[in-house]
């Protein structure tokens, strides 16, 4: 009795989630309609938010780059994806058929990709390892040749970001996402010293001490043809596209980038890995004396030193 009890909770949780899942894709799905009704009032990129399936609103600026850069069915590598239940891809992948690329070191990514009925409805690949600036390109050639070209490079790793995207190969690429450390600040090209074994909740208790500034991105992908676009409200995750196509996007950039690292979240972890709520200026002077390196000089410095 007591097992078929059981069985009976699974199936009826199963099908809970179905629907719970259904609901909200209906419910992105009008809210993305309602946004690209709005469009071309858009002031910043921002403004085009919808979170579905991402972390900050990812959802509704990707479909906005998307329609303005007539990107009707996106090819994406998303490195960083998760377990593929909160990402920049998911929705894209169900709402606009994307094809796509998920890479990340969990080892639940890919139990989660096979189950999920987007493996036969569209081109679904899901890669478990380790990236660094030493395999990145392997994944993008993998890409580029299972998906027919890159629309969409997205790249969350809280760590080694900047040297991974430094030796990337964009060369068939439209559109770069990538998440940015705000509280580096809006001043100085930097980023945490190269390591390929960067594990931010090893690095400092903290957990806020990773990635590289908004900066050093606008720096990096510059150099690689590509213009900074804007960024989500929340600020910390950039967008940039080919430097040809910057005229199509509608929106403008705010005055300064200090707009862009106004950081309000407040996610460091005290010793026992716990929330501490820090707010502020006191999070920085908690990674303070960490190195960071200035990308522009190859020069060391401190946290601390960016705002002294």
């Not at 790249?155 to 068939?172: C, F, K, Q, T």
């Amino acid at each position: 009795m007591m097992r078929l009890a059981r069985n009976i909770l699974k199936i009826l949780r199963k099908n809970l989630q179905s629907d719970i899942h259904n609901l909200k894709f209906l419910l992105g799905q009008n809210a993305i309609l309602s946004s690209r009704s709005m469009a071309n009032q858009f002031k910043y990129l921002w403004e085009a938010e919808v979170k579905v399936f991402s972390q900050w609103g990812e959802d509704g600026i990707l479909d906005y780059i998307s329609n303005r850069l007539d990107i009707v069915k996106p090819r994406i590598l998303e490195i960083g994806a998760g377990n593929f239940t909160e990402c920049n891809s998911r929705f894209l992948a169900e709402n606009r058929n994307a094809s796509v690329v998920l890479v990340d070191g969990r080892k639940d990514l890919i139990l989660n990709v096979n189950s999920n009925s987007l493996k036969w409805k569209t081109h679904l690949y899901a890669i478990e390892t380790w990236v660094t600036p030493l395999n990145v390109n392997e994944l993008i050639e993998f890409a580029d040749n299972n998906l027919g070209g890159i629309d969409i490079f997205s790249l969350d790793l809280d760590g080694n970001d900047y040297w991974i995207l430094e030796v990337a190969d964009l060369s068939s690429v439209r559109v770069v996402v990538v998440e940015y450390n705000p509280l580096f600040g809006s001043t100085y090209a930097v980023s945490v010293p190269r390591d390929d074994n960067f594990d931010r909740k090893n690095k400092h208790q903290s957990c806020i001490y990773y990635g590289a500034s908004l900066k050093a991105f606008i720096y990096l992908l510059d150099k690689k043809g590509f213009s900074f676009i804007g960024t989500n409200r929340v600020g910390n995750n950039a967008f940039f596209i080919q430097t040809g196509n910057f005229d199509k996007i509608a929106t403008v950039l705010p005055n300064n980038l200090s707009e862009h690292t106004d950081w309000r979240i407040r996610e460091s972890r005290d010793s026992h890995g716990n929330l501490s709520f820090v707010s502020g200026a006191d999070r920085v002077l908690q990674i303070s004396e960490m190195p960071v390196i200035e990308v522009e000089t190859g020069r060391e410095v401190t946290v601390g030193s960016l705002f002294s």
